[in-house]
Each structure stands twice: as C-alpha cells, then as structure tokens.
C-alpha cells in the first residue's frame, strides 16, 4: 500500500514539474515570438486555474438571427444531447475512441510528449499552429473551457490545463465527460445522441463496426458524413477498425470480418427540431464551433448574428422552385455573395421530392465545375499578357498524348460543331472546349490552379500530386461556395473578400466578442483591376451573346455556363458589380445524367441560367444599378506563341472557282481546301 502511495506521489511530483516547465517556458516562447512581454506568462499562468474555471453552464441555447434581427434558430443545449455514464456505452464505442483520438490514453499524465513533439517541430517550421497532437484530455479542456482559439498562448494554457485535469480526474471520468461532449454531425452532441441519430439505438447496444462509424465522425463530422458520403465514411470507419488492431483491441481475424462488410447498416433517428434556412444555419453552427467548441455554442447562451438576407432567401427558394417543379427533377444550390466584403446573403438548396436534407450542397457538396473554370483559364492567360481579343487558336477535335506511355486525352466541343481559326474572346462565348484544352495547355495547368486558389478556390486541385490539364475544362470537383467567391472576385475588380457569414457574436452576458473578428471583412488584392475587367469584359458579352443568354435580365452582368460531359453537373456563375450568385443543378446522391429534364438535356444556359435570372431580378429589384467600372491601368499584352501541342492553324478556304462564260467549253474545278484536322 505504502509502495503504491509512494508511486502515486512520484507521479504526481513529475506532473508538478511538467507544469512548471510549461509556465517556464512560455516566459522563453513570449521573448522569441514577441507576443506579449511579461504579462502574457503571467496571464498563462492565472488562466491555468481549474479552480478558476467553470464549465459553460448547460441548459441555456444560443440563437442564430438573420441580418434583419429575424431568428433563424436556436443551438440546444439538450435536446439533441443526453449525457451517460461510460457503464451505459458499448466498450466496443471507448474502445475505438481511445484507438483513434488518443491510443496512450491510459499511459500519460493528460500529454503525450511523442504527440507533442511532433506538432511543435511543424508548428514552428510553419510559424503558426498547423498540426495536433491534442490528447482526449486536452480536446476535452477544449470543449468544456477554453474553447478552440489556434495561438501559440492557447496550446500552452491547454496543456497547462490537461495536466491539472489529469491528475484531478480519473482516466473513467474524463473519457466519459469527452464521449459525452463530443460533436458527432448532424446536430448529434455525444456518443448517446450520436447513436440514436444515426443507428436508432442508445449507445449501450453499439456493435463493433458502428462504434468504428462513430469514433471516426468527430475528426470531421461534415467530410466523413455517412448520410450523404458514404464512401468517406466507410472508408474513415475501416481506418479506426485498422486503429484498433494496431492497439490490439480486436484480433486479425474479427478485423477482417469487420471490414468486409461494405453496408454502414444506418437507421436514421429523428432528434431535430425545425429550423429556418438549415443549411445556412448548418454553416454558421460549424464556424461557430470551431471558434469557441461544442459546448460553449450549445449551452453558451450566444446570440450570434450573421450575413444573410431573409428576402434574399426567399427568392432564391421561389427561384428554384419555379423553375424545377416536379418530383423527379434534380437538386439546385444556390449561394450569393456581395462582392464588396464577402457577406454571404443567400445559401440554400432544394431537393424536389425531398422535404428536407442536413447535407449542405452549397458548402459541403462537390461537384465538377465543367466549363465555369474556363474563367480561372482565361483570368491566367490575361495575367500573361495574352490578348484574348486578338490571339487565335483552332476550333477542332483535339487530341493530346505527350508520349505513348500517357493516356490520351481527345476533347470536343458540347455540340461537335467547330469554327476553325477563332479568337479566345470569341471561343469564351462559345464555350469552345479545343481552344479552352490548347490554351490550358500553353499557360500551364499549374498556373490555372495558382489563379484559381488566388480568386477564392480552397479545394487542392491537383491529382496525385500533379496538376492535369483537364482541370481547365472543370474536371476538378469543387463546391459552390468556391465558385462564388472565386467570381465574386472577379465582380470585384480582382479583390478577393473571404466568405462572411457571422457578422457579431454577444456572449450571455452582453459582451460583444470584439476579438475575434466578426464582421470585419477580410479583403486582399489577388489580381490587377485591369486584368479583372478584362475578363468581366469577355463575361459581360457571355450574358448578351454567347452561351450566357438565357441568364440577361436587362442590367450590366457578366457571367459563365458550365456542363459536365454526361450532363451530370450543370452550373451558371455569374454577377453585377454589387452581387455575385452561382447556381449548381443536378443529383445530389451520384453523378446522374440529366438528359431528359423537363423535355431537355439540362446545361449551364438551361436551368441554371433560368435559376439565376429569376433569382436576381427578384434580389435586385429597383436597387440602383451600376455599370462595370473602368480600371485604373489595363494589362500590356505581350507578344505571343502558341505552344507545341496547339492545333496548327488551317490554311485560308481556296478561292471559289470563275464563274463560267459563253466562251468557254470547259469548266475548271478547285481543288478541296486541307481539312481541319
């Protein structure tokens, strides 16, 4: 007994000095960071108090309201939560926990110095917080009091805090309060919900590969949604099922009958209560999290205000609505975005046949870009100097294998009907996929995906590691919040304003979180204002007379159509100078060919054009309109070659032949112009 009693006290002396060593050597990192002097140590060492600390009491929600005041919702403290003791959940559910979160759980004092070592040395070499090595003990200091702020100061005073809570704590009692806390998806808080969300069955009944399922959410709730992505899931669900035979919780053998099952085997529960504009609320509710932790959201008492416009929703549901109307027909997303500082005023989608949908086509969803990244192609030739207006290319059947050992890559137009020599301003309004392939080609797909991520594109677009040329030509799947913030750039004259949609957080007691940064638009210039115009230049036409037609609603606006090869995407992104709206169609579940919609084949220029044109009449109204302006410098074009693999330019049609005489006996055929190749 005396021996234990003895261990006990090493243990606890060693976790003393760790903390102390922490204290210490925040007084090192304050001086080589400069970031606070002396009083910031101090306030370190105040903050690691657990005394000092009182977890978010539970019970009182947080509301969401619209930019009007409106209440969108609110964020329950326990209606979508029902706390267990850990003898109420399955061992297999802790297990899996433990295997994937924190697998020396049981081994360390609240840290895992190999974890934490490992997180330091790319923390450092990157100058900021970029990789975890957070235990379940720190994620839960997290989620019950600091929240989850990412500075250097902030991991020190989570550290601090995991150690204090360690040793206060036994290992029982803080993963029950973890698996308790923790945000599951799908408005799911804790392991209990998390089993009635998604199997309708409490958290005792849990069985081997839907403890796996679930232990795997709470890395990524959005991207590992088994509703709506199954295959991320099942594949996130194997990789802790591989956790848990590494830390030999499960034989070989019981882990290859658990992977061979491809079925999540989900039953969904019903725990949601009704909610205005779900998917902007979704949206909010995330970034919200991410900021302060589950539960100071959930029982915080916040009163969050955001961007968005109820009119503004109102006439994008109507839009859609009236335009796909029956049953069978496919999804529509639609988001819109003010130029001039990010604000997210519209953000909902329509499922027909389908009342309501926790998946976020908008922000969540994505979906092949088809021919609306022709824009990131065209801004890059611009950025290069090369005149659209005057640089030619042929319109023909492309055909591209750089060596036999590279799959050939052979590219039509959407209609396979061809122009010859054309420019790229004109092979914009065609939407011409050769000259689009051909100039993809000769700026570099590399530069395309720079463009593309400098305009607001977030999504990594390259392929193992490369970038392809088909990217030009939207073969990259990427989402519509993208999409409107890569043209709202655009609309902007080449300032990018990152997505907005909180625009002021009061806490309960009043207070206005004045730290962290709710409400200031965050706006850089990615392009010049004259390459900027050039492009909305070329759009603008698009709207008036090229494959934009059906989106021209009688006021300045430049925009672009995109189809996928088998009509399983199509996308109008378009804009005024005072509001960007993109426009996503299809079926949400699997790449489905829309070829009969409503008679037609469903393109860019059909339904979502329809979609967008209605939806800005009705945004827009009588508001004031306003023209492009003109930029302060335009580009200087340079001189300009087409590169090797572009398709040589057809010699001129020969001369028609003389018309015959009375004189003559014998008429003279020309010979066949050269076919374009």
Not at 228 to 251: Q, W
């Amino acid at each position: 007994m005396r021996s234990r009693r003895r261990r006990r006290q090493r243990v606890r002396q060693r976790r003393r000095r760790l903390v102390l060593w922490l204290v210490g050597g925040l007084a090192l990192l304050v001086v080589l960071l400069a970031i606070g002097g002396f009083g910031g140590a101090a306030a370190i060492t105040s903050e690691c108090n657990l005394s000092s600390l009182q977890p978010v009491a539970i019970g009182q929600n947080s509301f969401v309201y619209a930019s009007d005041g409106s209440l969108l919702g609110s964020i329950p403290a326990e209606r979508n939560r029902e706390p267990v003791r850990l003898v109420h959940v399955s061992a297999w559910a802790t297990k899996a926990t433990v295997a994937i979160e924190d697998r020396r759980f049981y081994e360390h004092g609240g840290l895992d110095p190999e974890g934490i070592v490992r997180a330091v040395i790319a923390d450092v070499r990157a100058g900021r917080i970029v990789q975890g090595g957070s235990t379940i003990t720190q994620q839960l200091v997290r989620n019950l009091y600091i929240g989850k702020e990412r500075t250097f100061r902030r991991k020190l005073v989570e550290a601090c805090l995991a150690v204090k809570l360690s040793d206060a704590w036994s290992k029982d009692r803080i993963l029950q309060a973890y698996v308790n806390q923790v945000y599951y998806g799908n408005h799911a808080y804790g392991i209990e919900a998390a089993a009635q969300t998604y199997f309708s069955r409490h958290a005792r009944g849990l069985t081997l590969r839907q403890a796996a399922l679930l232990a795997g959410l709470p890395q990524a709730p959005s991207d590992f949604d088994p509703f709506h992505d199954p295959a991320a899931a099942l594949a996130r669900r194997n990789e802790v099922l591989r956790a848990m035979r590494s830390s030999h919780d499960i034989s070989d053998g019981l882990y290859r009958r658990a992977v061979s099952s491809t079925s999540l085997g989900l039953k969904p529960g019903r725990l949601y209560t009704r909610i205005r504009e779900p998917y902007f609320f979704s949206f909010v509710r995330d970034q919200l999290i991410a900021q302060y932790g589950a539960q100071t959201v959930r029982s915080g008492g916040l009163r969050v205000y955001t961007t968005i416009d109820p009119r503004f929703q109102r006439a994008a549901l109507a839009s859609i609505r009236k335009t796909l109307d029956q049953a069978s027909d496919p999804a529509a997303a639609l988001v819109s975005i003010d130029p001039r500082t990010g604000a997210i005023r519209a953000m909902t989608s329509v499922t027909p046949g389908r009342r309501r949908s926790q998946f976020n086509l908008v922000a969540q969803a994505r979906r092949q870009a088809g021919s609306t990244f022709k824009t990131f192609v065209l801004t890059t030739a611009v950025l290069q100097g090369i005149d659209p207006a005057t640089t030619t290319y042929v319109s023909a059947p492309f055909h591209y294998q750089p060596d036999p050992y590279t799959p050939a890559w052979d590219v039509s137009t959407y209609d396979h009907t061809y122009v010859g020599a054309t420019t790229i301003a004109n092979a914009t309004l065609r939407s011409d996929n050769t000259v689009y392939a051909q100039l993809t080609l000769d700026v570099g797909p590399d530069k395309v995906a720079e463009t593309a991520h400098r305009l607001g594109i977030t999504t990594d677009l390259s392929v193992h590691g490369a970038f392809v040329p088909s990217m030009g030509l939207g073969a990259i799947a990427v989402s519509p919040l993208e999409m409107a913030s890569a043209y709202a750039t655009l609309a902007a004259q080449g300032v990018y304003s990152r997505p907005m949609a909180i625009r002021r957080v009061v806490f309960a007691g009043g207070k206005k979180d004045a730290g962290s940064g709710w409400g200031r638009p965050y706006r850089t210039r990615v392009v010049p204002d004259g390459v900027a115009y050039e492009v909305t230049k070329i759009l603008e036409q698009n709207v008036l007379h090229g494959t934009g037609v059906g989106a021209y609603f009688g006021r300045p606006a430049a925009g672009k159509t995109g189809t996928t090869d088998n009509h399983a995407d199509a996308w109008f992104c378009g804009y005024t100078p005072n509001l960007e709206t993109t426009v996503w169609v299809g079926y949400p579940r699997a790449e489905i060919p829309m070829t009969n919609v409503h008679g037609i084949a469903v393109a860019g220029g059909t339904f979502p054009a329809t979609i967008w044109k209605l939806f800005m009449e009705s945004a827009l109204g009588s508001s004031h309109e306003y023209d492009f302006p003109q930029p302060k410098e335009l580009p200087v074009w340079k001189p300009f070659t087409r590169g090797q693999y572009a398709i040589q330019a057809a010699p001129p049609p020969p001369a028609p032949p003389p018309a015959p005489t009375t004189s003559s006996t014998t008429s003279t055929t020309s010979p066949r112009g050269a076919a374009i190749p």
